[in-house]
T-cell receptor, first 109, second 114 residues
């Protein structure tokens, strides 16, 4: 089976940096993705790590360590609009994407 | 280019009724996924298709659930008979190719079974 662990809630202030961690257990690991979901909305893709290391996309970065079965999403220069739920998701060789329980990020002024 | 289109956006029905949710994937995408989201269970994969063929339906909760993809531009998820515990948001998502990392989600169908 597969399991993913991520914190349920994180709170930070506007302009700060926040890191959301994700640890996983899976067979046939292929890559780790991150998605953002605002209340009432659909999940939207943020980033994908197929190899170890850091991927940067604007204010967002994502990191993967396959040997540690660990990844994180780093959000810099937080804005109020970043308040949302963030999901890590594991892709296995069977092309299935399994989502973690999500981390609710609250950005305060 | 239009995104993934789902209908209905909201459905309220009574226990025992048949529910049909519809999805039109992005043109050219050959993978289609159905997910269900609840507070208790999060985002669960129900079934996925590749080139209109069901590949893995191990997430379908029970025989009351069925999904079809008669052509590349249309899929349905049917629940018959529906039960209150089926209340959830059902998302359809699509992707182009085996290697792509990004899944494109529709806006979801919010189902309430009374």
């Amino acid at each position: 089976g597969q399991s993913l662990e991520q914190p349920s809630e994180v709170t930070a202030v506007e302009g700060a940096i926040v890191q959301i961690n994700c640890t996983y257990q899976t067979s046939g690991f292929y890559g780790l993705s991150w998605y953002q979901q605002h209340d009432g909305g659909a999940p939207t893709f943020l980033s994908y790590n197929g190899l170890d290391g850091l991927e940067e996309t604007g204010r967002f970065s994502s990191f993967l360590s396959r040997s540690d079965s660990y990844g994180y999403l780093l959000l810099q220069e937080l804005q109020m609009k970043d308040s949302a739920s963030y999901f890590c998701a594991v892709r296995n060789a069977g092309n299935m994407l399994t989502f973690g329980g999500g981390t609710r990020l609250m950005v305060k002024p | 280019d239009a995104g993934v289109i789902q209908s209905p956006r909201h459905e309220v029905t009574e226990m025992g009724q048949e529910v049909t949710l519809r999805c039109k994937p992005i043109s050219g995408h050959d993978y289609l996924f159905w997910y269900r989201q609840t507070m208790m269970r999060g985002l669960e994969l129900l079934i996925y298709f590749n080139n209109n063929v069901p590949i893995d339906d191990s997430g379908m909760p029970e025989d009351r659930f069925s999904a079809k993809m008669p052509n590349a531009s249309f899929s349905t998820l049917k629940i018959q008979p529906s039960e209150p515990r089926d209340s959830a948001v059902y998302f359809c998502a699509s992707r182009r190719g085996r290697e792509a990392g990004e899944l494109f989600f529709g806006e979801g169908s919010r189902l309430t079974v009374l």
